[in-house]
């Protein structure tokens, strides 16, 4: 591990200058600055990072008027170890093994240099100690769909014993939200769609009715749910699969009563809470088995996720 006196003041990073494709605008810059740390902030040595869709829509310039200015380093999702701490850091030390979403509000003014460098700064209060039992790669792809998953599924007042419909089950956050509803909140019945190809994967994660979205229509099912969580945007159907009284909550595109909009705030806390069940190995981070790439291969990540069809997550491997 570097100490303090040891580290360099230039590193390796992926940039963006201009908004555009990631094919594009992406370069990769081999004498960027490292982040200077504040006070609340500790300094990364950068293992991996997993990316999500809010990387890519950020790159296309969707969020501009909230964003931080360019050149910006893409990145959320981090797994690294602890070189240097701020004055006022007291969970972490330098040598903790940690991981976290960088970005308290994925929308509102999101770090200028994100994860996807050899270095990152991050606040103390967005990061939780790595699980023991996962690897910085498996460990890396969990935070933001993680908690997107936990918190949005609170969002929905969900509970033990409720039943949920998730629309997009197979993705980042869909592979998270079937797991968590059934070994953290304990639902008593999960349904979720996916293409024909993916089924048995969202069974094995714990869904009792996996539903082939190419051959049925989940709102024409007879059955209603408590909870329905639109992960991929179809709100409109989904406020159709609920009971009455129950709630609708949707991560992406446009909102239709009584669904709500759920948008992620980032806190280390709640990998806390869910750390018990990954170390036991209930919940587990499911990477695409094409989804791992090195550092070098960064523009193939993002051309890979960009498909719309991963199945869990995409890590980028820097400093394994
Ligand atoms: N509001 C927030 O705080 C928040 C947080 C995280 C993510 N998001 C947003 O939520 C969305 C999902 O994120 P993600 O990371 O899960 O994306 P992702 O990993 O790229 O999702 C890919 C998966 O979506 C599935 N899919 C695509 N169209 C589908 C459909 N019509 N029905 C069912 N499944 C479908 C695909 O399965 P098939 O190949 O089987 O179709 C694929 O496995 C993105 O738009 C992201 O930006 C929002």
Not at 140 to 146: E, F, K, R, S, Y
Not at 171 to 178: D, K, L, N, Q, R
Not at 273 to 299: C, N, R, Y
Request: aromatic share 8%; glycine share 10%; with cysteine.
């Amino acid at each position: 591990m570097a100490s303090t006196a040891t580290l360099p003041t230039k590193m390796k990073a992926w940039t963006y200058a201009e908004y555009g494709k990631s094919s594009e605008v992406l370069k990769l810059e081999t004498d960027f600055d490292v982040p200077q740390i504040n006070d609340d902030q500790v300094l990364v040595k950068v293992a991996a990072a997993g990316i999500n869709p809010i990387d890519f829509k950020r790159m296309a310039g969707m969020f501009k008027v909230t964003d931080s200015p360019l050149p910006i380093i893409p990145g959320y999702d981090v797994a690294g170890v602890v070189v240097k701490v701020g004055s006022q850091v007291k969970k972490f030390k330098e040598g903790d093994e940690v991981y976290g979403d960088i970005n308290e509000k994925a929308l509102d003014h999101p770090t200028q240099f994100g994860t996807i460098a050899e270095y990152t700064a991050a606040e103390e209060k967005l990061l939780a100690l790595k699980p023991k039992n996962l690897s910085f790669i498996e460990s890396a792809g969990l935070p933001l769909a993680m908690e997107t998953a936990y918190e949005g599924l609170e969002r929905c007042h969900f509970s033990a014993g409720k039943s949920l419909l998730v629309l997009g089950g197979a993705g980042g956050v869909g592979t998270m939200i079937i797991q968590i509803a059934k070994q953290v909140y304990g639902a008593s019945k999960i349904a979720a769609t996916s293409s024909t190809g993916k089924l048995e994967l969202l069974k094995s994660l714990g869904a009792d009715l996996p539903i082939d979205y190419t051959k049925q229509n989940f709102e024409d099912l007879p059955e209603k749910f408590d909870a329905v969580y639109d992960a991929v945007g179809q709100c409109e159907r989904a406020v159709k699969a609920v009971k009455e009284g129950g709630h609708v909550v949707t991560i992406y595109g446009a909102v239709v009563p009584p669904a709500t909009l759920f948008l992620l705030t980032s806190d280390g806390a709640t990998l806390e809470k869910l750390e018990p069940f990954l170390e036991s190995g209930k919940v587990k981070p499911i990477i695409d088995p094409k989804g791992i790439f090195s550092f070098a291969q960064t523009p193939q990540a993002f051309a890979f996720l960009e498909t719309g069809r991963v199945v869990g997550k995409v890590v980028i491997a820097i400093n394994p």
